[in-house]
């Protein structure tokens, strides 16, 4: 192997690797900043970079890659190669980071909760509920004006916080 087909796959695996933190969340380019934002992503930045360096790999090894006017055209060629591919991770890493989201559901969206008590609710005190949320279970503390035994079919009538409510049997 050519030691400039080593250097880009070098180049290529350092892209890949910085790409898949990026794409996790990480924001190394927040390092020190957290204000840092510019007109290309680092998506955009990781992916042309590893396809440069695996692109300029393939081309290095079919072309022989052993003068510089090799290596030089190895590396347009890559370069060549990464440009529709750091085009994509844009278009990809902009539409994943301004993807539409269902809203946050909050204590009103308890009111009118079917669940089943889980803790039997005291005369006077609290026991707990199980309910769905936005699809999700929830398990709240109930109060009711009876009690409830355990297992029974429960109606939320009032959120009277964000983990309790008022129930009653239905």
Do not use: C
Not at 14 to 36: K, S
Not at 72 to 96: D, I, K, N, Q, T
Not at 154 to 170: H, Q, R
């Amino acid at each position: 192997m050519a030691a400039g087909t080593l250097i880009f796959l070098i180049i290529g695996g350092a892209g890949v690797a910085v790409l898949v933190l990026a794409l996790l969340g990480t924001e190394l380019a927040h390092i020190g900043n957290p204000n840092i934002d510019g007109p290309i992503s680092l998506e955009t930045i990781a992916g042309f970079a590893g396809v440069l360096g695996f692109g300029g790999a393939i081309a290095n090894e079919v072309l022989g890659g052993r003068t510089l006017g090799q290596v030089v055209a190895a590396a347009g060629l890559g370069a060549l190669a990464a440009l529709p591919a750091g085009w994509l991770a844009a278009r990809l890493s902009r539409a994943a980071r301004n993807m539409r989201t269902d809203a946050t559901p909050t204590r009103n969206d308890l009111v009118g909760a079917l669940g089943v008590v889980v803790t039997p609710i005291p005369d006077a005190g609290y026991g707990e509920v199980r309910v769905r949320v936005g699809g999700q279970p929830v398990k709240l503390n109930a109060r009711a004006e009876r009690p409830i035994a355990l297992g029974a079919q429960i109606f939320v009538v009032e959120a009277l916080t964000e983990t309790s409510v008022l129930v009653e049997t239905y």
